[in-house]
């Protein structure tokens, strides 16, 4: 099994900036896509960005050019790096971790970020 434990939400003014993290431990395939979902108030939970190991980083259309996501595959770490957050990105945002080629997939607990306007 895989454990997330996310970190880094907060309360924020619109432009801020926060910086998430996402620790995984437990089996972990080198080889694997780590990356954010978010889910705000009777909303779906909606993709925000995924990193894969090899390096390679996709980004809801929403969220293009204000977020970046970088991880540390040596701490098995995923970072969410916020930028010109809007009241919009308002979200307890949840870090997932899936390994290549298998549809099983690892969730955190999430953590709140909220962007007054």
């Known amino acids: 099994q895989v454990q997330l434990v996310e970190s880094g939400g907060g309360l924020v003014q619109a432009g801020g900036s926060l910086r998430l993290s996402c620790a995984a431990s437990?089996?972990?395939?080198?080889?694997?896509?780590m990356g954010w979902y978010r889910q705000a108030p009777g909303k779906q939970r909606e993709l925000v960005a995924t990193h894969t190991s090899g390096g390679i980083a996709n980004y809801a259309d929403s969220v293009k050019g204000r977020f970046t996501i970088s991880r540390d595959n040596a701490k098995n770490t995923v970072y969410l790096q916020m930028n010109s957050l809007k009241p919009e990105d308002t979200a307890v945002y949840y870090c997932t971790y899936k390994r290549t080629y298998y549809s099983s997939s690892a969730w955190g607990q999430g953590t709140q970020v909220t962007v007054s306007s």
């Open positions: 437990g089996s972990i395939f080198t080889v694997n896509t």
